[in-house]
């Protein structure tokens, strides 16, 4: 607004209420106007092999992978016309999905020379940590154990579980699933129900990680507290005075014994000395 129109605004006001101008604009605002509210397009373009969700943030693997399929679905409704949407609860193929893109972006962030390595037919370094594993890549681009297993009456994901770094907050949420799902059982167990699908490195330190932050193992595992106990008695701490000063008597029975061919009750008393 102009000089002029802040002047004309002011002696409005001066006046009584029905000198003022209606509401009614009809002039046409300039684009330089300072106190014009500009509009503008704002949006975050980010590469969508980051749009995964940050492990660190959820403490349920379940909720994790499906989390991951809803952004899946809004990324890929986004492109399409609102005829041809999907809509509806999630299926099992869309959570398997989620997992495995879950489990090959941990891969990726842990063993990067090594999943490189394997796709390009190279050997892995050195000072791998997946040397002695014989790791190679599937179908799916995970990285699995190898073994001479190829041939035993297993599943294919229990004969070449896929590996995972135990530092990884995926493998965090994994082990946290299974240790649940077993209903806090023992490591061992939790251990050998993991490895039928994923082998963590240094597994039992992994599990045992899990289970020691577990709120109910925690409460399982807890001792009472012992309670404090009373000062000892005076008669108990005589040590200068003779034996037998401070005597405790204790009486029981009866007790039946066989005297001949007839049966008695006898009762005993035993006197033990306070301080000795």
């Known amino acids: 607004m102009t000089v002029d129109g802040w002047l004309a605004l002011h002696f ?13 604009f009809t002039g046409q605002i300039p684009d330089e106007d300072a106190e014009l509210k500009k509009t503008g397009w704002c949006g975050l373009l980010s590469d969508p092999a980051k749009s995964q969700p940050d492990p660190t943030k959820f403490s349920s693997w379940t909720r994790f992978r499906r989390v991951i399929v809803w952004i899946n679905c809004f990324i890929v409704n986004s492109r399409l016309p609102e005829e041809k949407r999907v809509t509806g609860p999630l299926s099992v193929d869309e959570l398997y999905c989620a997992e495995t893109l879950a489990v090959k972006r941990a891969q990726m962030e842990s063993f990067p020379e090594d999943r490189e390595a394997l796709l390009k037919n190279l050997l892995l370094p050195p000072r791998s940590k997946l040397l002695s594993l014989n790791p190679f890549v599937d179908k799916a681009g995970l990285l699995r154990v190898g073994g001479r297993l190829r041939k035993a009456p297993l599943p294919e994901e229990t004969r070449h579980p896929v590996s995972l770094d135990a530092k990884h907050d995926v493998s965090r949420l994994v082990i946290l699933y299974y240790h649940l799902q ?3 059982a023992g490591d061992a167990h939790v251990l050998n129900n993991l490895r039928q699908r994923y082998w963590v490195l240094k597994g039992i330190r992994a599990v045992r990680k899990v289970s020691f932050s577990c709120r109910t193992c925690r409460r399982r595992r807890s001792q009472p507290r012992p309670p404090i106990m009373a000062d000892v008695p005076t008669p108990r701490l005589g040590y ?5 000063t401070y005597t405790g008597v204790d009486y029981f029975g009866p007790i039946v014994v066989k ?15 306070m301080t000795t």
Do not use: I, M, Q
């Not at 200068?240 to 037998?244: A, H, K, M, R, V």
């Not at 005297?259 to 000395?273: I, N």
């Open 240 to 244: 200068s005075l003779p034996p037998f």
């Open 182 to 184: 077993s209903r806090c």
């Open 12 to 24: 409005c006001v001066c006046e009584s209420e029905e000198h003022w101008p209606g509401e009614d």
């Open 259 to 273: 005297c001949g061919h007839r049966t008695e009750k006898r009762y005993r008393v035993l006197f033990a000395c």
